[in-house]
């Protein structure tokens, strides 16, 4: 499932935020959802060696009328949304959403505006087009010639970046209880991807390269479903590879 929120600076007119605002926004989440759900965070689900939150969002969607400073500045009102595989927290994220009277993220203040929940489409052709609407991160940990790790980022058109959606699509499904096969079909392939699409993010102290731009995927209902209510790739909860679909 997906939400639309909408947010509206208290000054009526403008945003200021720091370009890198990923840590805002998953902090303005976790706050939401922590007095009912509290495991999302305190300890999340073990998928393996790993941790996964269940949850993606997107970037700030709006009108940028500057970057200076470090500073991104949005018109008012911009928008942001969260998908979910886990009913229970999209409705405890929209219930709190709806409760309080105003949003605070880093220094400038918001009032909550309209939410609506997103249709899901229907993917029983095993085929859909989705549009990143956060960076999709895709990556392995390397051990470079002197010992130390080097983390290497994949490029949409490398097979290793479909393999690894594919895999932590599976891993996701295993923690909700949907036992699937690893031979079981899903393919994804980049859409007129450019150069253009590949963003640099600063998450706190941490350097993430992900890909904009858009994506076909083909194969399982089940899985394509997932790619659009968990994200795909890695770091989902950090705020990477969330997709919406493309009509």
Do not use: C
């Amino acid at each position: 499932m997906q939400l639309q929120i909408e947010l509206v600076a208290s000054n009526g007119d403008y945003a200021v935020l720091p370009i890198h605002y990923n840590y805002l926004l998953q902090g303005l989440i976790y706050s939401m959802v922590k007095d009912k759900m509290p495991e999302i965070h305190a300890k999340g689900y073990a998928a393996g060696e790993r941790i996964l939150r269940l949850f993606v969002f997107s970037r700030l969607l709006g009108r940028v009328k500057a970057i200076k400073d470090g500073k991104i500045i949005f018109a008012s009102p911009l928008k942001f949304k969260v998908g979910s595989p886990l009913e229970r927290f999209i409705e405890v994220f929209a219930e709190t959403v709806l409760a309080v009277e105003e949003i605070r993220l880093g220094d400038t203040i918001f009032w909550p505006g309209t939410i609506a929940v997103i249709p899901v489409p229907d993917f029983s052709t095993g085929k859909a087009i989705g549009r990143a609407i956060s960076p999709v991160t895709v990556y392995s940990t390397l051990q470079a010639p002197d010992g130390k790790k080097k983390t290497y980022y994949y490029h949409p058109v490398e097979k290793e970046f479909g393999q690894q959606v594919k895999n932590n699509l599976l891993k996701k499904a295993a923690v909700l209880g949907i036992n699937l096969p690893p031979d079981i079909p899903l393919e994804l392939h980049p859409v007129n991807v450019k150069g253009s699409d590949l963003k640099v993010v600063y998450y706190k102290d941490t350097v993430i390269k992900g890909w904009l731009g858009k994506y076909m995927l083909t194969g399982d209902p089940q899985l394509i479903r997932l790619a659009f209510s968990a994200g795909i790739g890695a770091k989902n909860s950090q705020g990477f590879g969330m997709l919406e679909p493309v009509i």
